[in-house]
């Protein structure tokens, strides 16, 4: 095979790359209807291909976005996605070239993250990237599903009439954006191309509005086409009476046996609402945001940290190298230092503990982390550990 020409894509070649994206996926290429919801989320200089012999054969693409880090300040984010090789063309380093292109090129931009979704979790480890938040899929079996008395109450949901719904939602996002770390921003592009936010298309919005009658939550959920159930695919709340109205909402649905929530927080206390706290059930956990952090000192100041004593970590970065370091860990922030290391990690594995979703102890116990200094595992944890579970929920 002669060498890979990687390059910027023009305009008229992202329906090429989109095609190959999906051949690579094994989905059907888009008809023009979904090409039309979807053209828009390709940025100018941010979509690559690969070529063999004059011939598309491999194509990555990257969004502008921002990610709410521990502390709720953002950072620039690339958003990748579209990553594909021809199957007649992998494994022989074309990702590799591609990659490579786009992580100097997202550096390069100021961006401190890149993040995906993984459709394995073999492909991105060498890349640097780790799996920074997860979520789960939960099946509430509605004939058992009664709220406890203790459960927050208030206000009232209202169903939106569609051409609200839309706008509604936008504006509900946005004012729970920073309310964890692991969410990121959801663009006027991103909306008409997620297949379940069309709300053309038979999904049902219901709002919760408080006792003065501001809005601050919404659920957006369909029936599943073969059974008595309801697909829950986006449920946002300003607080926790918002979220348990909502459930409260969707237990009272008429005809429907179950209901299914989709890419949920883990730390959603669902359980703890129910009378039966097993007529929920947790039918997956998987990973949800894989992060790359592109410029390590910056995106350890950019977070703050839990009370502890200091430790000084030291991040190999075999892909990046100059993004290799030693950092002072301490509660009141992060710097660079020259100081003997108490711990030394890969980038890839100081992203699954960046957002707080793993203990530190934990990945030293898989042999992911070198504890040199005793304790200083445990030490790390109550740095990075957040209260809250950091959570995505967005896909791209
Ligand atoms: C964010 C997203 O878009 S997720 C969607 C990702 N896309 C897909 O899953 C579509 C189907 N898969 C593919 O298109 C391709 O297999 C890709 C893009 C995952 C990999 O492309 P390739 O050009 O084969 O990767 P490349 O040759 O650069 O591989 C680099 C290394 O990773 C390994 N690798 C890459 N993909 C995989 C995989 N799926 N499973 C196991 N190992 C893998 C290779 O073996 C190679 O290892 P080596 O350096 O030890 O030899």
């Not at 038979?202 to 697909?231: F, I, N, Q």
Request: charged content about 30%; hydrophobic content about 40%.
């Amino acid at each position: 095979m002669s060498d890979p020409d990687v390059r910027v894509l023009t305009e008229s070649e992202y329906r090429a790359a989109s095609d190959l994206f999906l051949q690579t996926l094994l989905v059907a290429p888009m008809d023009d209807e979904r090409w039309a919801g979807t053209k828009d989320r390709y940025e100018a200089g941010r979509v690559l291909g690969a070529h063999v012999d004059g011939e598309l054969v491999g194509t990555v693409m990257s969004m502008s976005n921002d990610l709410t880090v521990p502390g709720g300040r953002r950072v620039p984010a690339a958003a990748v996605t579209g990553v594909g090789v021809r199957a007649d063309r992998t494994r022989r380093g074309l990702l590799t070239a591609l990659m490579r292109e786009q992580l100097d090129d997202a550096a390069a931009r100021g961006e401190v993250v890149a993040m995906l979704h993984a459709s394995e979790a073999v492909i991105y480890e060498r890349f640097g990237y780790g799996p920074a938040t997860r979520c789960r899929e939960v099946e509430i079996d509605r004939g058992r599903a009664r709220l406890r008395e203790t459960a927050p109450r208030g206000g009232r949901v209202r169903i939106l009439p569609r051409e609200q719904a839309g706008e509604r939602m936008r504006a509900l996002y946005q004012a729970c954006r920073d309310d964890r770390a692991g969410l990121i921003d959801r663009p006027d592009a991103w909306w008409p191309a997620r297949k379940q936010h069309r709300t053309g298309k038979g999904a049902t919005v219901a709002v919760h509005s408080d006792e003065s009658g501001a809005d601050d939550g919404y659920v957006l959920y369909e029936p599943a086409k073969s059974a008595d159930s309801l697909e829950v695919y986006d449920l946002v709340a300003a607080d926790a009476t918002a979220a348990a109205e909502l459930w409260r909402f969707l237990f009272g649905v008429d005809l429907v046996g179950s209901i299914n929530g989709h890419e949920r927080p883990l730390d959603e206390p669902i359980e703890w609402l129910l009378a039966d706290s097993r007529a929920c059930r947790t039918t997956n956990v998987g990973d949800d945001l894989w992060l790359r952090l592109l410029d390590v000192p910056t995106a350890l100041r950019a977070r703050s940290y839990g009370p502890g004593d200091p430790v000084v970590i030291e991040v190999r970065d075999a892909f990046l190298p100059a993004n290799a370091g030693r950092y002072r860990i301490t509660a009141q922030g992060a710097e660079s230092t020259d100081a003997a290391p108490d711990l030394g990690l890969d980038v890839a594995v100081l992203a699954v503990v960046y957002l707080g979703d793993r203990r530190v102890t934990d990945l030293a116990a898989a042999g992911l982390v070198e504890e040199r200094t005793p304790a200083s595992a445990a030490a790390a944890d109550a740095l990075f550990v957040t209260a809250r579970s950091p959570w995505c929920g967005t896909g791209f």
